[in-house]
Each structure stands twice: as C-alpha cells, then as structure tokens.
C-alpha cells in the first residue's frame, strides 16, 4: 500500500482505536500531517465511552500539539476513513459509516473485508514504525521534525515496554533515525504511573502462580498499561527461584503480556512467540519480550478455557515437549542421518573495508538479531538468500567463494544494513553486495526434527538454534561437532540429498 494512492480522497477521517494510547496517538498524528502538506482535508477522531485522561497522554497532546478529536454518537464520514493502530469493525474500535475504508495497522489480521485498502504489519513492534515507514516511502523528511518525531519515538517507547520488546529491525531503525525531544520523553515517562496502577501492581504481585518443577510464574494483573505488565515482570524475575514469568492482563480486543527469563535454556522472545502462536504476535530479546493475544482467535481455538489454564497448560506443554542439544560434548548417531550436499546458490558477500576504515565499530542489523562487531582489513560480510548474515576473514572467503560479475539482489523480508555506532549513520548492505558462488562440495548429515530441539552451538554456548518440528537437525560431515539447524523452508532451497537428480 502507498499513501499517495489514498491522496485521491479530499476529505480523510483518520480514527484510532477507543481508548487510545501513545501509538495510536502518534500515527494518527503522523498521517493528519501527511495528508495536509498534501492539500488535502484530514480529521484526526477517537470515540468510546470516555475520553483521554492518563497524565502522560494529556501531556503528549498537550506538548506535542496532536490535533485529535473526541466525538461521540452515530457518525457517517464521506471521502475516506482510515483507521489507525486498529481495524475497522474490530471489537476495540467504534464503528463509524464510511464511504471508503482503509486499515493501517500493527496488530493480527481480524477484520477488514470492508477495507478498499489494508497495510497490516503484525511483525512490528509499533503502527508508529509502520506510519513512519509508509511516510518514508513517499519522500517524507523526518530530520528536522523533532516533535512528530518526538511524537513516533513515544509511540514506539510506550508500546515496546520501553524498548525492551523490540524484535524487528524495522522498529531499530525508526528509533535511530528519528529526531527526538528527549527531555519531553524524560517528562512522559515520569507522568506514567498512577496511585491506581501502583495499586494494580501490588496486588498482582501476591497473586503469583510458581510452578516449581519448571521454576516459572504466572501472574494475572488488573487492566493496566502495557508499561505496567513490564515493571510487575521485571520485579518477578528478581525472585531467586523463578527462572521465567508471564505477567498478561485482558484488554478490550484479546491479552497483553510480559515475559521475562533468566536462563540461557529459555529465551524470552521465543517463549513470547509460543505463547502467541497462530492467536496473536509475541518477540523481543533473549531475557525481555512481549506480546499479544487476540481474544477473537483465542476464543475460536480455546473456547471455553480460562486464561490462566491456557498459560499454565502452553507453559507446561513448552518446557514438556524440548529436547536441548549441547554441540561441543555431544557426538550425534549419523546412522540414521541421510546425506546432503548444499546447492552451489549464489550468496551475497560485502568486503567490510569497502565501507568504512578498519576499526570502526558497527552493528550489523538483521532479521535475527543485531550484530555487534569492529571493521577488519580482511572481513568479509555474507549474506545469505533470506538475509541471514555472518561475518568471515578474507583468506576463508578465498578458499570457499568464487566472486561473480553481478550483483546480489537479496530476496529477504529485510535487506541487512551496516550502523556506524560512532556516527550513528546506517548504511544498507544490499548497496554494496556483490554476488559469489561456493567453490567447494559442502556435505553435511541432516534428519527431520520430529520434535522440538534447542541446540547450544559449539561456537555459541550460550545461545541457542530453536530447530521445530519440520526442520532439519545437521551436522557438517568433516566435523562431528559441527551441529546446528536449519530451517525447513531454507534447507529445500539450498540442500539436495546425495544420489538424487
């Protein structure tokens, strides 16, 4: 979806979600402003049953200058209406009549068959990011803009938990690159908690449920900001014995929650990605993570069972159904493991030192995960056919590459790009990635997963490769510890078993 096909319309209606919060604030804001440098004219709206009083959005409105109405009874809005950080006739948003709708939003696919045009980007972390992005697009020019930016930056802020949810790139990129007024942001956060959510807190917190074999706790906390699921979790995961917790509240439209570990055996975000699977949306980082429940899906899946049954039984069933693999003191069984060789594809590759001088320190940033590395005068960047990426010396890229004549047009969701931390300036690798194709017969054993495995690398020990049913378990065939996993989807495309065509 591109915004200037929606400048056909003169008179656009822009509505957020009932209720509002600093997300749907901001988008709103960002579109109302895009659509009048264009001519044209736009209306900012909420409705529900009552209006804005968090102290924190009254100050944003205030401060930042948002131009959002409150209106209440039967409305019909001629031209176009687009509803924002929500979906037109979801159970979180009044139902206005329209002549024409779009959806822009950030949240699980619900409902937008009445939609002439959707943009529906549940992988990020905020409809800020998507709003910034789709403006982005067109030519919009952030860098001067500190209060819209400011604007974006809290939306993203608010609705991450304070950036300890982020999980897509997208969202980093959009909180570095935007201009950001950050005592106004110091002034938000400290307006953020009311006497009622201290409240809200506190009594969560003697309601814990521990679960002792599996050291993990579940906590159900009174409706409350987003916010406030984080600062219950992040004193949970302080208690000595609880090595996970997941602290989840109803909201209108589905369950908010928090999640926390502090083990290497558990990561946070994929924990939050289980708990929401095919209901909702859930990642963030190793120990801190969030994620979203929709009560429309998890009625249709669930029926009938409680939340707190639902999280004790997925709970018990994540922990129940793991096998956990520990590559560097562990030597497979390969008799039951076909063999396979790796197709000769071509991959992306970036001579580091083309970029920037050796010894600048850079983050790599990936679909994955970001990168934390320096410039070498021999490194070498690869990038692999769905954007993974992983850096290697000259003398190997030699031994294993042939250079091409072409360039490497990546076919991945997200395109790797190169941050300069001194500067902060970001740099998208696929600019500068020329293609190659391996030299040498890469071998391996693989078998189908049949059930879930964690496997500590012997590279990495302290992360680990979430193989899932489906996937393939491998082992390079000159290295028996050489043990890691690879995607079903990536290893039909780059593996052939050995005696067939």
Known sequence: ??????????DITIQCHDNP???????????????????????????GRSQIQKSNLVLMIERLHIPVEYVQGPQRFDGLLITVDCQYGAGNVTRFEA????????????????????????ELGSCATLVWQLMRREGWDFSGDAQLGTALYYGLYTDTNQFSELHNP????????????????????????????LEIAGIA????????????AIIHAQPCDPNILGLISD???????????????????????????????????????????????????????????????????????????????????????????????????????KQYRKKKLPVGFVRGADVLSAGTPVTIRTLEGDIDTCIQPDMYIMIGIRGEV??????????????????FVSQAVYVPTLKNRQTGASIPLGEYAQACLPKQETLIRAQKLEKTVKVFTAWDEEKYMLGRPGDFLAVRCDDPHDVYVI????????YEELGKP
């Not at 901001?26 to 044209?40: D, I, N, Q, V």
């Not at 696919?109 to 980007?121: D, F, K, R, S």
């Not at 995607?487 to 780059?494: A, G, L, M, N």
């Open 1 to 10: 979806m591109r915004l200037k096909e929606l400048e056909a319309f003169e």
């Open 235 to 337: 004193l949970v995961i302080q208690v000595d014995s609880i090595l996970t917790c997941v602290v989840y509240n109803e909201l209108a439209d589905g369950y908010k929650l928090s999640v926390r570990s502090c083990c290497v055996e558990v990561q946070a975000s994929e924990l939050a990605a289980y708990l929401t699977e095919d209901i909702g949306s859930g990642g963030g980082h190793l120990d801190k993570a969030g994620g979203f429940i929709s009560s429309k899906k998890y009625g249709q899946k669930y029926p009938g069972l409680h939340p707190e049954g639902y999280f004790s039984q997925r709970m018990n069933e994540y922990f129940d159904s793991v096998d956990f693999l520990y590559a560097a003191n562990h030597t497979l069984d390969l008799t039951s493991m």
């Open 170 to 197: 997208l969202d980093r990129d959009m909180r570095e690159a935007l201009p950001c007024n950050q005592s106004l942001i110091t002034l938000f956060r400290n307006s953020n908690l009311s006497l009622k959510e």
């Open 99 to 122: 002549g024409q709708v779009a959806v822009i939003d950030h949240h699980q696919p619900e409902t937008t068959g009445a939609a002439v045009t959707a943009e529906i980007c549940p």
């Open 21 to 47: 919060d600093a997300d749907a604030l901001a988008s709103g804001c960002a579109l109302y402003r895009y659509f009048e440098s264009k001519g044209r004219r736009p209306r900012f709206i909420y409705a």
């Open 487 to 494: 995607e079903r989807d990536i290893f039909s495309e780059t």
């Open 205 to 216: 917190l003697i309601r814990c449920t521990f679960n002792a074999s599996h050291g993990y």
């Open 390 to 407: 992983y850096p290697i010396k000259k003398d190997k890229f030699d031994r294993s590459y042939q250079p091409l004549a072409q360039r």
